[in-house]
């Protein structure tokens, strides 16, 4: 018989089904048979023989029936074939967290993708092509940045944490030029001894992945002041906490976690009204960089960075992976002064962005600019779905698999891992029929292209909110291999 069955686990003998299991003889002859042991020699064989093997046995020992010889074998081959191509690959996110940090955050527009595909040539980079001299890496993408954010000027860098560290280290060596006319008397001796940055106490955080707001701030030479308390912290707390050696008023978006109940920060614009009375820098790390109102699509008020700039930072640090939809960079934008200074500083050259990168950044630049970016970014594509049309999408799947025990049901995807707490927007996702939810999960983890799901309440979930168009026969596929075995 041709055709799938939902898997109900009848009664099985494990040790039965373990006698199934092919011999290591028979997986290796395949595999010369398929020409890898005059690729790779016998011993890189017998190890993907052995790996494959041992995941077999765990599972059969868990309770799964032991899949038929053929498939066995095409398991040691997509093991040698993955061996070969290293282990980076393409997956379908159908987890609904459309800014998943572990699945590489933003995926491109097809526009970005070829830009960056012909940047991997030669270009002028840093080449002025009417004289033929040496040109600027950073003047590519400036002018875009600055007519989108209303920056004076802007550079771009390797990430936004690269962009915090750069403007802390660079702005901690100099003051600004309106220091001269500071009108607070407390800063107005030359101090000897570290410089200081000024940071409230509900700002000190962990991004995540191991930046840590006080640690980056140290390696920058600088020492860190806390300000105010962890619920509540007032203008007149900066005010007090100025000292002859502060330098830099910071100011971090709390991207990952909310603090409620009696709370009170005092507003950029308060912070700013302070670094020009007491001439010190202001520097704002707004994280997720939205380049427009995110309120209308559900995502409450994320600040946008020309907000930020407009209020008068000195320079304001986001990422180009997360709410930009472009690949992994960050930006500084700000005032002239103050950029200017993180160009010239020497930690740039290590920090700096390359070709790749910088073409794929403009191009998503150029979608925000022509107005297209609901249309052409995936991650504002992603986010901008009608619940009918997820909806549809779902129950487009549901019949196309007709899996007894499946169904369509209402949930919330989440919009960022790690970015955007709490913010979740109305979905429809396809739950696969009850079974072994973490079994399911790795079937589908181990097809080709692995598809990514999420488990909730001991079921798997298929979210098509994040699946790219054109993926959705890559979803069933995967589906079909994950909720049966095929019998004959
Ligand atoms: C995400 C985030 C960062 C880190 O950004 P990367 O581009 O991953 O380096 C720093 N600060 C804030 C506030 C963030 O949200």
Known sequence: MNGYHPRVPPPRDPAAEARKIPRADHLLAAAGRAGWTDRLGHAPIMEAVRATLDGLRAEVLGGSPCPPVAEVEARLLDRLASGARGSLRRVVNATGVVIHTNLGRAPLSRASILAMQEAGGYSNLEFDLPS???????????????????????????????????????????????????????????????????????????????????????????????????????????????????RIVLSVHRSNFRIEGFVHDATLAELCDLGRKAGVWVVDDVGSGALFPTAPFGLGDEPTVAERVSAGADVVCFSGDKLLGGPQCGVLAGRREAIDLCRRHPLLRALRVDKVTLAGLIATLAHHERGEALREIPVWRAIAWSPDELLARATAWNEALALPGAEVLPSLSAVGGGTLPGVTLPTFVLGLPPGDADAIAARLRAADPPVVARIEGGRVLLDPRTVLPGEDAAVLAAVRGAVSWPTD
């Open 132 to 246: 033929g001299d040496r040109g600027d890496r950073y003047g590519h993408a400036a002018a875009a940045l600055c007519r989108l954010t209303g920056a004076e000027a802007a550079v771009v860098v390797n990430n936004c944490a690269s962009a915090v560290l750069l403007a802390l280290s660079a702005l901690c060596e100099r003051l600004p030029a309106r220091r001269a006319e500071a009108s607070l008397p407390v800063v107005e001796a030359g101090a000897a001894g570290r410089p200081e940055v000024l940071v409230s106490r509900g700002q000190l955080v962990e991004i995540g992945g191991g930046f840590r707001v006080p640690d980056v701030l140290r390696r920058s030479g600088a020492d860190l002041v806390e300000v105010g308390t962890t619920n509540r912290t007032y203008p007149a707390d900066f005010l007090g906490a100025l000292s002859p050696r502060s």
